[in-house]
Structure formats: structure tokens, C-alpha cells
């Protein structure tokens, strides 16, 4: 059975930038509150033209230089998000039209902030079991666009961003090692995006009825974080037949610097084991594992050989964890150039678009 290795890595982080003290001009609240309770300073907003989509291409490019792997070669996109740029298609079709992934299936996955988890592990298992070969994965949001700028309960903390993984088989051992997921829907009004769904559709009444942005209950999403990633890391560990001081780092879902200090106390372990990058992005959902990832990478922090864990919880209510062996790219020639088939992205869809109507007229003429 092939291995799953992380090979490829990259982020999108929109330029604009703003800060708590820009917050505090549209809400009431503090810099120091908002440092104090959260660990966040400043957030990346995306700009009109940037779409979940394009973040996450943006962000897939990259990762796919790193693996030094062509688009034509994916067998699976999965993009894990809670702000597709459509009920459907999905997202992921989106990526894999602009990458120009033309082997590739493509779906969405929904699991609120632990998306990026789930959808990582799906990924692995699927190269696991034989049935592909390399997959990409994303994690791709546009929170700011759900985000309610009178409400300083969640304006504070949320940002937009993407990360993207490209994952390989080989027989080489490590990789992906374990994944645990868990979910828990008694728990799903604690942090809810009414729009959108068949029970507040955007044609029916979620303007109407203010329901069109993020709610939540903070204190209980709060209390139940704290609760479920030293748990969740603990599960994974011990899957992979591992302990906490077999890892070097944990990379855990950037939402509140006070739930990643529980983490560690309840795992007993110091905060520099942690890789935290929350002060500058805030709480990006699907997206913060791969930004906190490829940041610590760049940092040379996570090293070839190291063993992690990445954690992560959100809405639903769902929380997961998964162990892996770091590995890097996969050594291997030429150099692939992925920017070159987003290039001729344009193109190759209107072509494929014309072949699709002359398909469709030759198989009309042999009914
Ligand atoms: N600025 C200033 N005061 C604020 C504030 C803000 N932005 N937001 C809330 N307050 C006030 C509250 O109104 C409350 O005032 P009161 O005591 O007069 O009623 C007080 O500060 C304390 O509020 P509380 O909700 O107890 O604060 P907290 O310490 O729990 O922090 C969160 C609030 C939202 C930061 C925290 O609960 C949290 O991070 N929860 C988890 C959220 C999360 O991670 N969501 C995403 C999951 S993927």
C-alpha cells in the first residue's frame, strides 16, 4: 500500500490588511481587548476581486511549483470551505478549471473549520487505497464577506486567506500516518452561517430576517476548543502509535491563542512546540492550518524527518486531528511550470467548451 506524502505547499493571503485599532473605529472595542482576549492583532481582508476560488489557485500554484508536479497529473482537487463562490458548482471545479487539471475529480467539502483536516485525510486515504496517484488539496475563505461589521463578538476574528497541499503516493514510508475526525450536531447552532441553505435561502429571507452573516455563541465554541484539540491530538497520537514526545511540532487551527495555551497545558507541553501565527491572520477557518504550515516552513521550522500533528476544530460542531512524517518534496526532474497552465486557462476552456457542443451534436445525430 503507497504512503501519502505532503510534497507540495503554498498560501494566498490578500494584501489588504486591517488591524484591531481599525476595528475600533466600527465597533466598540480595544486593540489591548481584543490582544488580551485573542491573541489577534491584524487580519487580511480580500478585495472585491478576489474570490475563494482564486485564492485558492493563487495558493495551489505554488504548492504544485514545490512538488514540482503539473496540474495534468492531479487525480483528485478537494477544497475544504464554508465561503464557496457557489452553492455549485464547487469551488473545486473552479481550481481545477484554472489549473487546468484535466485528470483530475473535483469536490467541495464542508466542515466548517476542521474542512482542511477532513479533506486532508479523505485525500490520503484515497492515495492509500491505490485509487490515485497525487491529490490537491485546498482550504480556501472569503470570511470577511459573511462577517458582521456592528458584531465586535466575531468581527474581531476572522480573516481571509488560502492554503493548498499537494499530496503523493510512494512506497517510501511516512507521510500521512494518522487522521482522526469527529463531529458532534446537537452542537450546530453555536456557529452557524444561516444564508444560503434551502432553510434561509439568499431568494427567500435571510436579508430580511438579519440572518445573512456569521452567528455565534463564543463562551460555548470557546469552552468545547479547549475541550477537543488536546483530545483530538491525544487520539491521533496514539493511532499512529505515537506519543507527545515524539513530535516535534503541532500545528493546531488558528482561532484564540487562549485555546492553543489550553491545548498545550492539557497535553503538557511548552507553547514553543506550537506554531502559532494567529497575530497576523486571524482566524482564517479552513485556511490557517496550510498559512500557519507553509509560514513555519518557510521559517525552516518544520524540517524532513520532523513528526506533527495538525488539529483543528470549528462549526458543525466538528473537531479532528492528523499525525504525519514530514517528508518535503519528492526528488524528481525537469521543472514544472503550473503558472503556464493557468496562463492558458482562458483558452482551454473555451475550447473544451466548443468540443463539449460538437460532442453534443454528434451524439444527438447517432440517437
Ligand atoms: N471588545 C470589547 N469587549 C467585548 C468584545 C470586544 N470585541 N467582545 C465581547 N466583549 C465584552 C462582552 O460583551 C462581555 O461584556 P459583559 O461582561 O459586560 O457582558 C465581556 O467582553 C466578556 O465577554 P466574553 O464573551 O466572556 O469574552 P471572552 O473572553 O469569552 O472572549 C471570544 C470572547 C469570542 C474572543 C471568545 O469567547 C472566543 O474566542 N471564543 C471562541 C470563538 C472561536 O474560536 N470561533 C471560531 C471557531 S472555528
Not at 508536479?69 to 464554508?82: D, F, K, M, N, Y
Not at 491572520?281 to 516552513?297: D, F, H, K, Q, R
Not at 470549528?314 to 486531528?321: F, I, M, N, P, S
Amino acid at each position: 500500500m503507497p504512503y501519502a506524502h505532503i510534497t507540495g505547499w503554498g498560501m494566498a493571503a490578500p494584501e489588504a490588511v486591517l488591524t484591531n485599532d481599525d476595528i475600533s473605529k466600527m465597533v466598540e472595542t480595544s486593540d489591548t481587548w481584543i490582544r488580551e482576549r485573542t491573541g489577534i492583532r491584524e487580519r487580511r481582508i480580500a478585495r472585491d476581486s478576489d474570490l475563494t476560488s482564486t485564492l485558492g489557485v493563487e495558493a495551489s500554484i505554488k504548492a504544485l511549483k514545490v512538488a514540482n508536479l503539473r496540474p495534468t497529473e492531479l487525480g483528485l482537487i478537494i477544497c475544504a470551505t464554508s465561503t464557496p463562490d457557489y452553492m455549485f458548482p464547487a469551488t473545486a471545479c473552479l481550481i481545477q478549471d484554472q489549473l487546468g487539471a484535466t485528470k483530475a475529480g473535483a469536490f467541495d467539502l464542508m466542515a466548517a473549520c476542521s474542512g482542511f483536516i477532513y479533506a486532508l485525510n479523505m485525500a490520503a486515504q484515497a492515495i492509500r487505497s491505490g485509487s490515485i496517484k497525487s491529490a490537491l488539496v485546498v482550504g480556501s475563505e472569503t470570511l470577511s464577506r459573511y462577517v458582521n461589521w456592528k458584531d465586535r463578538n466575531t468581527c474581531i476574528l476572522f480573516g481571509d486567506g488560502a492554503g493548498a497541499f499537494v499530496l503523493q503516493g510512494s512506497e517510501k514510508p511516512g507521510g500521512v500516518l494518522s487522521a482522526v475526525m469527529h463531529s458532534d450536531g446537537s452542537g450546530g447552532d453555536l456557529l452557524t452561517l444561516p444564508v444560503g441553505g434551502s432553510r434561509y435561502s439568499a431568494t427567500r429571507s435571510a436579508s430580511q430576517n438579519g440572518r445573512q452573516y456569521i452567528e455565534m455563541d463564543g463562551k460555548e465554541v470557546f469552552r468545547f476548543a479547549t475541550r477537543v484539540m488536546a483530545s483530538a491530538t491525544q487520539e491521533a497520537l496514539d493511532a499512529a502509535g505515537l506519543t507527545v514526545d515524539d513530535i516535534q511540532w503541532i500545528v493546531p487551527h488558528q482561532a484564540n491563542i487562549r485555546i492553543i495555551e489550553a491545548a498545550a497545558r492539557g497535553l503538557k507541553l511548552p507553547m514553543d512546540r506550537f506554531v502559532v501565527n494567529l497575530d497576523r491572520y486571524g482566524n482564517t477557518s479552513t485556511a490557517s492550518i496550510p498559512i500557519a504550515m507553509v509560514e513555519s516552513l518557510e521559517k525552516g521550522q518544520i524540517k524532513p524527518g520532523d513528526k506533527i500533528v495538525m488539529v483543528g476544530f470549528g462549526g458543525g460542531l466538528t473537531w479532528g486531528a492528523l499525525a504525519a512524517e514530514w517528508t518535503g518534496p519528492i526528488p524528481s526532474k525537469g521543472h514544472v511550470r503550473p503558472e503556464q497552465y493557468r496562463a492558458l486557462g482562458r483558452v482551454r476552456s473555451i475550447v473544451r467548451r466548443a468540443l463539449r457542443f460538437i460532442e453534443g451534436l454528434l451524439y444527438r445525430r447517432e440517437l
